[in-house]
Every structure is written in structure tokens, then in C-alpha cells.
């Protein structure tokens, strides 16, 4: 059973950055493969950014370039570096972690972080 709480969203301005920060409990943390994911209002929960268990990255297209996800094992931690930001950006933001390798769907994960809100204005 793995615990996640995000933080380190609010509100910015256009090209301002932020670095949401995951929080995981359990002791098998680096075994997990995590990942990002966002949902506008009206929109579809969608892919942001996802890592393996020791390295490897993938980003949407969207985001390449802006955003980096990296994470500290030994903090049982994923971030999510945010820069560049556009009020397309504006979601709620979800860590997920699954134990197995590393997918962009939302839905092959396993556990879920209640979100945190990241608002962009122009």
C-alpha cells in the first residue's frame, strides 16, 4: 500500500515556475514507477510526466522542454518542475504510482494523490 500527498501548487503568473512535490509512505518506494497527471475543468484527465523505478523520463508533448520529473528514493519523493508556465497549464495536478513498469495511462495506476491545484493567469 503506497500513500501519496501532493503539494506545492497555487496560483502564478504566466512564465512563472513551480515545483509540485509527491510525498510517498512505504518502504518499497523505489520499486514503484510514478507519474504525473492533470485535469482542467470540462477536460479529460491527462499524462504530464512519468519516471521508472531507477531512471528513464517521459513527458507529453505538451510539456517537453518545461517541465522535468525526477525523484529521491531516499526521500520516498517525486517532484515535478514546472517552468514556462501558460494558463494552458492550469489543472489540478495527481501524483500516481503503479508497481510495474512506467505507462502513460491514468488508469494502469494504482494509487493516487488527492491533487493540487496549479493556476496560471495570462
Known amino acids: 500500500q503506497v500513500q501519496l500527498v501532493e503539494s506545492g501548487g497555487g496560483l502564478v503568473q504566466a512564465e512563472d515556475s513551480l515545483r509540485l512535490t509527491c510525498a510517498a509512505s512505504?518502504?518499497?518506494?523505489?520499486?514503484?514507477?510514478m507519474g504525473w497527471f492533470r485535469q482542467a475543468p470540462g477536460k479529460e484527465r491527462e499524462f504530464v510526466a512519468a519516471?521508472?523505478?531507477?531512471?528513464?523520463?517521459w513527458y507529453a508533448d505538451s510539456v517537453k522542454g518545461r517541465f522535468t520529473i525526477s525523484r529521491d528514493n531516499a526521500k520516498n519523493t517525486v517532484y515535478l518542475q514546472m517552468n514556462s508556465l501558460t494558463p494552458e497549464d492550469t489543472a489540478i495536478y495527481y501524483c500516481?504510482?503503479?508497481?510495474?513498469?512506467?505507462?502513460?495511462?491514468?488508469?494502469?495506476?494504482?494509487?493516487w494523490g488527492q491533487g493540487t491545484q496549479v493556476t496560471v493567469s495570462s
Open positions: 500516481a504510482a503503479r508497481m510495474s513498469r512506467v505507462t502513460k495511462e491514468w488508469d494502469e495506476y494504482d494509487y
Open positions: 519516471i521508472g523505478e531507477i531512471t528513464g523520463t
Open positions: 512505504g518502504r518499497t518506494f523505489s520499486t514503484y514507477a
